[in-house]
């Protein structure tokens, strides 16, 4: 049995003020959460202000982002050994943000991943298609190929501890859901491939939707079979928002 798993991606949002309104927010509205674990992805420089905020409570804390390197001359980039040492215990890897505006491809993407897992990180790692990929009806074969490129560097066995969020790119920020029953073939299309490769890790592997999910199509979303949970994007931004999503999982 997997647990659900709701995770916040607040992006490039907020500020010291904001951040703490929205964490003392969820915080009281923790209690009511019953089965999903729960995680927020704060931007890097209030991450330690987050994790601290958050001690004691059962919400983890994550990075958007990782660098594929351990430490050097990197400007600008932020290791996993960093995100660890700040108390980080996900990070989300290959958002399609990262793919589509800053060039990220599936191999750096998978180097990333790796990265996390190396410094003790469980990656979140995004998969899925462009609007005309699906129209081409390419969706399985983009996702199969950001997954491989993963499996090739990782091996199958890497995903067992790891989490995929299905985020089909023309879901996310556009107030487009995908149906219930949109989602649910895509992520059974990644549960098979993957049990082709390696049953347990199939069965164990945690597999978020991600796509404008809010409090009003959570539990629809999440009452699918192979949908393990969510990656949030705007909605994470309300914490009234974010606990209903957190509690979808309660009612399936
Ligand atoms: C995301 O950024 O991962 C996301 C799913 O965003 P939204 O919920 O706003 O569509």
Known sequence: MRQPLVAGNWKMNGSLDSIRTLVDGIKAGLGEVKSAAVCVCPPYVYIPQVVEMLDGTVVA????????????????EVSGTMLKD??????????SER??????????????????RRFGLTPILCVGELLEEREK???????ARQLDAVIELEGIAAL????????????????????????????????????????GVAEKVQILYGGSV??????ELFGMADIDGGLIGGASLSADEFLAICRAPDAV
Do not use: M
């Not at 804390?61 to 600008?76: K, L, R, Y």
């Not at 700040?86 to 958002?95: E, S, T």
């Not at 060039?103 to 996390?116: C, H, I, L």
């Open 160 to 199: 067992a501890d790891a989490v995929i969020a299905y985020e089909p790119v023309w879901a996310i920020g556009t107030g487009k859901t995908a149906s219930p029953e949109q989602a649910q073939e895509v992520h059974a299309f990644i549960r098979q491939k993957l049990a082709g490769l390696d049953a």
């Open 86 to 95: 700040v108390g980080c215990r996900y990070v989300i890897v290959g958002h």
């Open 61 to 76: 804390v994550g990075g958007q982002d990782v660098s594929d390197q351990e430490a050097g001359a990197f400007t600008g």
């Open 137 to 143: 009806g390419i969706t399985d074969e983009v996702v």
């Open 214 to 219: 809010k409090a009003a199509n959570a539990a």
């Open 99 to 116: 793919r589509s505006i800053y060039g990220e491809s599936d191999e750096f993407t998978a180097r990333k991943f790796a990265a996390a």
